[in-house]
């Protein structure tokens, strides 16, 4: 299955600034996703990253604060815009090809906002 | 729209016992794919075990298998023989094989006690 590299890691970072979390992917996959999760919580998904187009965002989430790129089929980033305290959370991508084989995900980046 | 449930917020078993996670799911779709997910403190994502609907046998995985009951839209896991190793969180989810979007259940704290 792919791996997914995801940086940074974990960032500590004023409010009002924006974020950009990279997602590189070791091989072309049809779909990437993008996930926030609090610490002992659930998955919640953000978006879906589609290559050469807009993302798909779901219920909740906006463009404006969570601007998605896509430009090929191995990459993707996700920017937190203008960040508040309540943006401090773990951001996950995820890769996966068609199929049952499930989803391969990145290692996260835990974002603190101050 | 999708749900996924797990109804078992913590879980608790015995260093070679046997224990079941609970899971449920809603959906009107006939084409989807199941997955059990476990998340260690690391935060990796590790797919421990996937469930095609259309397949009726429940899938194996070494120590890991699933009672799927596609008629009540219930997908447990049983880890026989538990190792301190299985302590994490593990995640039900629900594949849409419209979208190919992952939806994730609230997550089950697994503790292995020696």
């Known amino acids: 299955s792919a791996v997914i590299s995801q940086k940074p890691s974990r960032d500590i970072c004023q409010r009002g600034t924006s974020l950009t979390i990279q997602c590189q992917v070791d091989s072309q996959v049809t779909m990437m996703f993008w996930y926030r999760q609090q610490p002992g919580q659930s998955l919640t998904l953000i978006a879906t990253a589609n290559q050469g187009s807009e993302a798909t965002y779901e219920s909740g989430f906006v463009i404006d604060k969570f601007p998605i790129s896509r430009p090929n089929l191995t990459f993707s980033t996700l920017t937190v815009s203008n960040m508040s305290p309540e943006d401090s959370s773990i951001y996950l991508c995820?890769?996966?090809?068609?199929?049952?084989?499930?989803?391969?995900f990145g290692s996260g980046t835990r974002l603190t906002v101050v | 729209a999708q749900t996924v449930t797990q109804s078992q917020p913590e879980m608790s078993v015995q260093e070679a016992e046997t224990v079941t996670l609970s899971c449920t799911y809603d959906t009107s779709e006939s084409d989807y794919y199941l997955f059990w997910y476990k998340q260690p403190p690391s935060r990796q994502m590790i797919l421990v075990i996937r469930?095609?609907?259309?397949?009726?046998q429940n899938a194996t995985e070494n120590r890991f298998s699933v009672n799927f009951q596609k008629a009540a839209k219930s997908f447990s896991l049983k880890i026989s023989d538990s190792q301190l190793g299985d302590a994490a969180m593990y995640f039900c989810?629900?594949?849409?094989?419209?979208?190919?979007?992952?939806?994730f259940g609230q997550g089950t704290t697994l503790q292995v006690k020696p």
């Open positions: 995820s890769a996966s090809d068609r199929g049952a084989y499930g989803y391969t």
């Open positions: 989810a629900y594949r849409s094989g419209n979208t190919g979007k992952l939806i």
């Open positions: 469930q095609e609907a259309y397949k009726q």
